[in-house]
């Protein structure tokens, strides 16, 4: 990913928040059969590791985890994200040299994955990415309220994946290149809008 010095976050602990912030990421790994992604919801553990530990699941029918990668895998996360119009700018008035742009967060994980089938680790990997996304709700679900046997069975279906992080890139492009004159604009008019994620960008504009 290609990162401008003014657009770089390097801080741990705002990185760990856009990870966590996103729901789905996208675990990609190089093999000798070229390159391949799946979408996966992940949940980071970062008492583990310098970096921290992603952990997850994919379908076992997956031929992702049977494919031996070449090198470190890649769990990319992407934050909200926003189109910029160069219509918001003062500098438009002034000069008309403006183009469109974009908004967005980002961040690149990187690390050896391990794909693994031990039904007690699959079980606490499939309960606690449960409890994560069913926590917020008035009446969550548990793994728990199903019949042992049934999940058992559910278990043999998948495979689990651990991806100790070696080295993270983040990305947070937010107008911070453009005048102050300039993020006001594009602050005013994405507060503006019908779409709460561009709405979400909009605050993290600094002003």
């Given at each position: 990913m290609y990162i401008p010095s003014a657009f770089r976050d390097d801080d741990l602990a705002s990185?760990?928040?856009?990870?966590?912030?996103?729901?789905?990421?996208?675990?990609?790994?190089a093999t000798v059969d070229g390159l391949i992604a799946t979408p996966l919801p992940l949940f980071l553990n970062e008492t583990e590791g310098s970096h921290g530990v992603l952990y997850g699941h994919l379908a076992k029918a997956n031929s992702q985890w049977k494919l031996?990668?070449?090198?470190?895998?890649?769990?990319?996360?992407?934050?909200?994200?926003a189109y910029v119009t160069p219509s918001w700018y003062a500098t438009k008035a002034?000069?008309?040299?403006?183009?469109?742009?974009?908004?967005?967060?980002?961040v690149h994980a990187y690390g050896p994955v391990e794909f693994f089938e031990d039904a007690d680790r699959l079980l606490d990997v499939v309960t606690r990415l449960t409890?994560?996304?069913?926590?917020?709700?008035?009446?969550?679900?548990?793994?728990?309220?199903?019949?042992?046997?049934?999940?058992?069975?559910?278990?043999?279906?998948i495979v689990g994946l651990r991806l100790p992080i070696t080295r993270l890139d983040g990305k947070r492009k937010?107008?911070?290149?453009?005048?102050?004159?300039?993020?006001?604009?594009?602050i005013a008019g994405l507060s503006g809008s019908e779409s709460p994620v561009e709405r979400v960008i909009a605050t993290l504009i600094p002003a």
């Open positions: 990185l760990h928040a856009t990870m966590r912030a996103s729901r789905l990421s996208n675990l990609v790994t031996a990668p070449t090198g470190e895998a890649m769990a990319i996360f992407m934050g909200p994200d002034e000069t008309q040299k403006v183009v469109p742009t974009w908004n967005y967060m980002a409890n994560l996304h069913e926590q917020p709700r008035a009446k969550p679900w548990a793994v728990s309220d199903a019949p042992k046997t049934f999940i058992h069975s559910q278990l043999r279906g937010l107008s911070q290149n453009r005048t102050a004159e300039d993020r006001a604009g594009v």
